[in-house]
């Protein structure tokens, strides 16, 4: 009979023993040193938790700690030789919305396939490298390396052959899915720092996003500057959030045929302390990209419709119809938005007192077109009884045709049709035609950007029903508009 005993562990030794009974009174046991065999199954078993420690499980490429690692080699090859570096970082566009249009299963095959597409990535033959070291950061953000034996200009080329081949078409649950993605690229020198090389090529990406994505993007030293201007805005606009930095001005809208004030749009702005007026396009964009623009709404949205109930309670103020207050993309984005935009409106309704009927809230054509979530969003928001308007037709995705699939009262037709309109017949024959087709599904319409009496007559002639513009007024603090408002109102409610 063979017995095999425990082991036995004194020091640094690990002894197996074995026994063996040869009748019934005699035993023979064999003792061996497994020491050596301990100690190399125990490096085996550090290295597979190393791996996993330093592997992302989705993909399989390094994850972020290694993909520093590979950064960091990589500099280290520059000292002494002759080649040169590129450090990419690469990001999937509009990949939230992808992942909650497809869902997370196919999100994440589509991660995988990228991941493919990177670890799979030759150099030139002539290179005498093997393939592209990468490495996901996290999310859908990518790091990959391109040595090149040569000058800067190599690595350059491969990079963008390299951004070329993960925009081409992915297929994914028997379906091909068309995907872009920025990079950010920055060339690398020998004593750079592993982590400031990311930092910057992670900067050049956002700017590649920023301008339309599906693209390389090498870095600028301006880029630097400008992220800790962003950085300095995002900081004091979350002050002025907190503290009252912040106000609503309000710009007229007219009847064209008499030029009687019916309503006003709602716009934010923001006084600095020591720069003064910052412009809406610069914090506003800011706003969405540090997740504030949800607050910034909501501040703008409670303060108009207080305002603009107080405006209507005064003698003729019932003439006023509409108060026009913009939705952003973030506010209506998400499974779980539809119901949180509703209550903010409901509760600002309530609070003021303002009947659902005069608020108009304005969307813009390419949001209205979106994935499911805004059009439930838009929903939540009709079901209130507030009117919903289409702002800047013309300039995005939506056709003349697809204006009975959307879900709005109001179209309002862009600056820039207006602008031209009196010098260009071609865009004459697409106002009148907006006009049109809108009227014909019971929508109403609303002309942007007026600003000389020619333009006004041009509107009034095609059956478009409203306008504002700077020929009437330009946007004013509250008190002034109220008083502009009440000026303005039609004759008939005069006292």
């Given at each position: 009979m063979a017995v095999r005993g425990p082991a036995v562990r004194g020091g640094l030794q690990v002894l197996g023993l074995r026994l063996l009974r040869l009748d019934a009174s005699t035993l023979m046991a064999s003792v061996s040193d497994i020491t050596l065999a301990e100690q190399r199954e125990a490096q085996r078993l550090n290295a597979r938790l190393r791996t996993a420690s330093r592997t992302d499980a989705l993909t399989g490429l390094?994850?972020?700690?290694?993909?520093?690692?590979?950064?960091?080699?990589?500099?280290?090859?520059?000292?002494?030789?002759?080649?040169?570096?590129?450090?990419?970082?690469?990001?999937?566009?509009?990949?939230?919305?992808?992942?909650?249009?497809?869902?997370?299963?196919?999100?994440?095959?589509?991660?995988?396939?990228?991941?493919?597409?990177?670890?799979?990535?030759?150099?030139?033959?002539?290179?005498?490298?093997?393939?592209?070291?990468?490495?996901?950061?996290?999310?859908?953000?990518?790091v990959a390396l391109v040595e090149a034996p040569g000058r800067g200009e190599d690595a350059l080329r491969a990079a963008v052959n390299l951004v070329d081949s993960l925009c081409r078409p992915y297929l994914v649950d028997g379906q091909f899915c068309h995907v872009?993605?920025?990079?950010?690229?920055?060339?690398?020198?020998?004593?750079?720092?592993?982590?400031?090389?990311?930092?910057?090529?992670?900067?050049?990406?956002?700017?590649?996003?920023?301008?339309?994505?599906?693209r390389?993007?090498?870095?600028?030293?301006?880029?630097?500057?400008?992220?800790?201007?962003?950085?300095?805005?995002?900081?004091?606009?979350?002050?002025?959030?907190?503290?009252?930095?912040?106000?609503?001005?309000?710009?007229?809208?007219?009847?064209?045929?008499?030029?009687?004030?019916t309503g006003v749009e709602a716009l934010a702005r923001w006084r600095h302390p020591e720069r003064g007026e910052v412009s809406p396009v610069e914090f506003i964009q800011v706003a969405e990209e540090a997740g504030l623009i949800g607050a910034l709404g909501e501040f703008v949205l409670r303060?108009?419709?207080?305002?603009?109930?107080?405006?209507?309670?005064?003698?003729?103020?019932?003439?006023?119809?509409?108060?026009?207050?913009?939705?952003?993309?973030?506010?209506?984005?998400?499974?779980?938005?539809?119901?949180?935009?509703?209550?903010?409106?409901?509760?600002?309704l309530d609070a003021s007192g303002l009947p659902a009927a005069c608020l108009q809230l304005e969307v813009t054509e390419s949001l209205a077109a979106q994935d499911a979530s805004?059009?439930?969003?838009?929903?939540?928001?009709?079901?209130l009884g507030v009117k919903l308007a289409l702002d800047d037709f013309g300039t995005g995705y939506s056709s003349l045709?697809?204006?009975?699939?959307?879900?709005?009262?109001?179209?309002?037709?862009?600056?820039?049709?207006?602008?031209?309109?009196?010098?260009?017949?071609?865009h004459r024959v697409l106002i009148e035609a907006t006009v049109m087709v809108a009227g014909s599904l019971g929508m109403h319409t609303v002309a942007e950007g007026i600003?000389?009496?020619?333009?006004?007559?041009?509107?009034?002639?095609?059956?478009?029903?409203?306008?504002?513009?700077?020929?009437?007024?330009?946007?004013?603090?509250?008190?002034?508009?109220?008083?502009?408002?009440l000026a303005h109102r039609p004759a008939a409610t005069a006292p």
């Open positions: 390094p994850n972020r700690v290694a993909g520093r690692e590979l950064v960091a080699e990589a500099v280290g090859r520059l000292r002494g030789g002759t080649h040169s570096l590129a450090v990419l970082v690469i990001n999937v566009d509009r990949f939230t919305m992808l992942n909650t249009r497809l869902g997370t299963a196919a999100g994440d095959e589509l991660l995988r396939q990228v991941a493919h597409r990177l670890s799979g990535a030759l150099v030139p033959e002539s290179w005498e490298a093997a393939q592209v070291p990468a490495a996901r950061f996290g999310g859908d953000e990518f872009t993605v920025s990079a950010g690229l920055v060339p690398a020198a020998a004593q750079a720092d592993p982590d400031t090389l990311v930092e910057d090529a992670g900067l050049a990406m956002r700017e590649a996003k920023r301008t339309g994505g599906g390389l993007q090498p870095f600028d030293p301006a880029l630097s500057q400008r992220a800790r201007q962003r950085a300095a805005t995002e900081a004091d606009l979350r002050r002025a959030l907190e503290h009252g930095g912040l106000h609503v001005a309000y710009q007229p809208i007219v009847a064209l045929h008499s030029g009687a004030a303060s108009a419709c207080q305002a603009f109930a107080g405006w209507r309670a005064q003698p003729g103020g019932e003439a006023l119809q509409v108060l026009s207050v913009n939705l952003s993309r973030a506010q209506l984005s998400g499974e779980a938005q539809a119901a949180t935009i509703a209550g903010q409106v409901q509760r600002a805004v059009q439930a969003s838009l929903k939540a928001l009709k079901g045709s697809s204006l009975q699939q959307l879900p709005v009262d109001v179209v309002k037709i862009d600056r820039s049709f207006v602008m031209q309109a009196e010098s260009s017949l071609h600003e000389t009496p020619g333009q006004a007559a041009l509107l009034a002639a095609t059956g478009c029903g409203k306008g504002q513009g700077y020929l009437y007024a330009r946007p004013m603090p509250p008190e002034q508009a109220r008083d502009w408002l």
